[in-house]
């Protein structure tokens, strides 16, 4: 059985950093695509970085530079390091998993079909 548990949300100020992590279980996990996404109510959820199956990473425009997606495939562990953060970045953030072929882009969330329950990231100005 597929599970995906996100920890790391909080609270932190403009300009902090955060490191979310995100527990994957019930995957070959080098075989699967992973990304990072983000929702505010009423907004359609935001791809925000992924890793593909070779290992390649892609960023959403708004946190080139400052967010940096990476794993660990011998602990099974998805990580999203945020720097330089912003009041703009406060969202729910999600992992998401799949190994599944896909005629999406990696960013859009209709190329993953696991999802994690989410964390709560807050930015204060």
């Known amino acids: 059985q597929v599970r995906l548990v996100e920890s790391g949300g909080g609270s932190v100020q403009s300009g902090g950093s955060l490191r979310l992590s995100c527990a994957v279980s019930?995957?070959?996990?080098?075989?699967?695509?992973t990304g990072w996404f983000r929702q505010v109510p009423g907004k359609e959820r935001e791809g925000v970085g992924a890793i593909a199956t070779d290992g390649s990473t892609t960023y959403a425009d708004s946190v080139k530079g400052r967010f940096t997606i990476s794993r660990d495939n011998a602990e099974n562990t998805l990580y999203l390091q945020k720097d330089s953060l912003k009041p703009e970045d406060k969202a729910m953030y999600y992992c998401?998993?799949?190994?599944?072929?896909?005629?999406?882009?990696?960013?859009?969330?209709?190329?993953?079909?696991?999802w994690g329950q989410g964390t709560q990231v807050t930015v204060s100005s």
């Open positions: 998401a998993a799949s190994s599944r072929r896909t005629m999406y882009a990696i960013l859009n969330s209709a190329s993953y079909n696991d």
């Open positions: 019930g995957y070959t996990y080098s075989w699967v695509r």
